[in-house]
């Protein structure tokens, strides 16, 4: 008894890729002049998110979440996890933040992290 096949694979020829030109060019040396940041306590950030007033937060392996505004760091929250992921909110000026072991968590401005 054979088993009916759903799809069908067909072969295309490879595409051409873009030429590595602009940003993308190997000559191109603006990571250079790129500078290092670092933070008062922690490590390994894993992504960062700015505000419309120009803050930008960070989360740190140990679960701090920092602010950064007008060249201060400030302690926002401790997740008590691991964040990955941080996104601003617009809509209430919270940060909706993405945690490896708690899960979608919600920073309002008051600093109140909830699940």
Partial sequence: MSVPRFINAATLPATTPPPLTGPWAPTDTRIDEAVLVP???GHAPEDVAVSPDGAVFTGTAEGVIWRRRSGEF???ADTGGRPLGIEHDPRDDSLIVCDAYRGLLRLTPTAHCTT
């Fill in 39 to 41: 933070l008062p306590a």
């Fill in 74 to 76: 400030e302690r926002l």
